[in-house]
């Protein structure tokens, strides 16, 4: 009787978590008292189940703040992320699937915009796919003639993805025909993220890549993010969706940045 008593509150502890999880993400930040009430919690006890969360990588908390909504200084966990304007990334994704060639050695980085490259892939094969995140090796390991090339490093919980000192160091050892990656936000021409060890890892692609494409929904416009990754200019190709301005695209397009379209059909 005690072992099924326990099971059945851990069984509880563990569905009350999700939820929290679930309605964090949906609503972007809630305060803890919020949670108190809404799921008739004590305070300590939402702090526990906040801190387990935290650290499986799933939201942030700060402040008597629970948040899963990027800031300039912090970015969402690819949960989050992958909630976010599916629509348009899923068509960003089908254009960069068109730029790969079969036989070519492609960097791939940890973005929720690229993960959703993965259906298109295997119409490419044979392939090289190297890249730093978990999500996307298993995403793609059971692909037929890919070769899978993952990248290790420090592990980090966030984005499911290996960065650091040892991640960027493997990078510069390799060459790759192209770079496909995504960011936080574009402001004044350069693209930035909030992370400056991701800031480095997008880098280290860039640089050990013969093209770069960059893949940036409507929203990577309106934003801010702390660390530059670069200026519009180092890519070859942007791949944006039709909600993005126009205003926006023409100014891309001015500084002899290669602009591509996909259309959502919103």
Known sequence: MDMISSDSRQARLQARRQLIAQAVMAEGSLRIEDLTDRFGISLMTAHRDLDELAARGLLRKSRGIASAAPTSLIEASDLYRDTRQGPQKSAIAQL???????????????????????????????????????????AIKEIGDMTLLGLGG?????????????????????????????????????????????????????????????????????????????????????????????????????????????????
């Open 96 to 138: 960069a699937a068109q730029q790969v060639e079969p036989g070519q050695a492609v960097f791939l980085d940890d973005s929720t915009t690229v993960l959703r490259m993965v259906p298109h892939l295997a119409a490419r094969v044979p392939l090289t796919v190297i890249t730093n995140s978990l999500t996307l090796m298993t």
């Open 154 to 266: 420090q592990f980090h919980h966030w984005c499911n993805a290996f960065m650091g000192p040892q991640t960027t160091a493997q990078i510069r050892r390799l060459r790759a025909d192209v770079a496909i990656l995504s960011m936080a936000a574009i402001t004044d021409a350069q693209v930035f993220h909030q992370s400056p060890e991701m800031a480095e890892t997008k880098r280290a692609m860039m640089d050990a890549a013969s093209r770069r494409i960059l893949l940036a929904d409507h929203t990577k416009f309106t934003r801010r993010a702390l660390h530059s990754m670069g200026g519009i200019e180092d890519f070859d190709l942007i791949i944006t969706d039709d909600r993005t301005p126009p205003d926006q695209i023409t100014a891309l397009r001015q500084r002899g940045v290669a602009v591509q379209i996909a259309a959502t059909g919103d």
